[in-house]
Every structure is written in C-alpha cells, then in structure tokens.
C-alpha cells in the first residue's frame, strides 16, 4: 500500500510497472538491460480515489496523463531497474502528495499607502528624467 494521505491509500495492485531500454552513458550494460521504469497508474478507473480527487489529479497532473486517464511517471536516473524503480514510486508519491494538497484561497489586502506613494514618485522621477533629455525649445520665444 502506498499512504498517500492521512484519507488516501492506494494499493499495489492499481499500479503497473513497464521496463524498457534506458538512455545515457552505461556502454554495453545500457544495450542489453531494460532499466528504465514507467510506473502506470489508472486515474480514472481507481477506486482508491472521489470524483473530486480525481478532477483534482487530472486538473494538476494533466501533462502527464494520457487520453485514457492513465498517470506516467518513468525513472532513469540510475543503471539498476530496482532503484529507478523505487525512484518512480517516490516521485509518483510526491506527484500525488502535491496534487491532492487542497488549494489555500487567496486573502484580498489592500495596497499600503506607502506602496502607492513609492510607486506615483518613481513615475515622477522617471518623467523628470525623460523631460530633462528632451531638445530645448528653439522656436525663437524668449
């Protein structure tokens, strides 16, 4: 069982593991073995996760998950399959940690006026310094 949450837990059997050839440095070692690891999870088939839950990963996570609602999360990292393979668990752990963390609304403050102050002197100066670079007027008018 992976413990995601205090509320979510999901087990084993709801995620999939493919191995395939990794990239990289390695020599013949990288020719021959499949250490990279893509753990597959199935979003929208899960019953480990609500409805809100699941909008919620899918809304977050949406790079990363196909047209069939499945989760990727590959691992390369390392030269044996067992470490890429702890690896991906960790990061999709993270991943779904972060995903299901519930969204803190915004508190509205207002602007200080010291703030406003700064921010109407700095046009000023800005202004002053334009106007100063400025062609005097030569049109003959004393």
């Known amino acids: 069982m992976f413990r995601i ?13 493919i191995t395939s050839r990794s990239s990289g440095p390695g020599g013949q070692h990288v020719n021959t073995t499949d250490t ?3 753990l597959l999870f199935d979003v929208d088939n899960s019953p480990s996760l609500t409805e809100l839950q699941k ?3 899918k809304g977050k996570l949406k790079r990363r998950i196909d047209k ?3 989760l990727r999360v590959t691992s390369q ?3 044996s399959q ?8 960790e990061r999709f752990i993270e991943l779904m940690q972060w995903a299901l963390k519930p ?3 915004r508190k509205e403050t207002r602007v200080p006026h010291s703030a406003k102050r700064k921010r109407l002197d700095r046009k000023k100066q800005t202004a002053a310094r334009k106007r100063d670079r400025r ?7 004393y």
């Open 77 to 79: 990292k390392f030269r």
């Open 135 to 141: 062609m005097p007027d030569t049109s003959g008018e």
């Open 5 to 17: 949450t205090d509320r979510v837990v999901i087990p084993f059997d709801e995620i999939r593991f």
């Open 68 to 70: 069939r609602g499945v």
């Open 82 to 89: 067992k470490s890429n393979k702890d690896s991906a668990i």
């Open 55 to 57: 909008v919620a990963v």
């Open 36 to 38: 990279r690891v893509t």
């Open 103 to 105: 969204v803190t609304k």
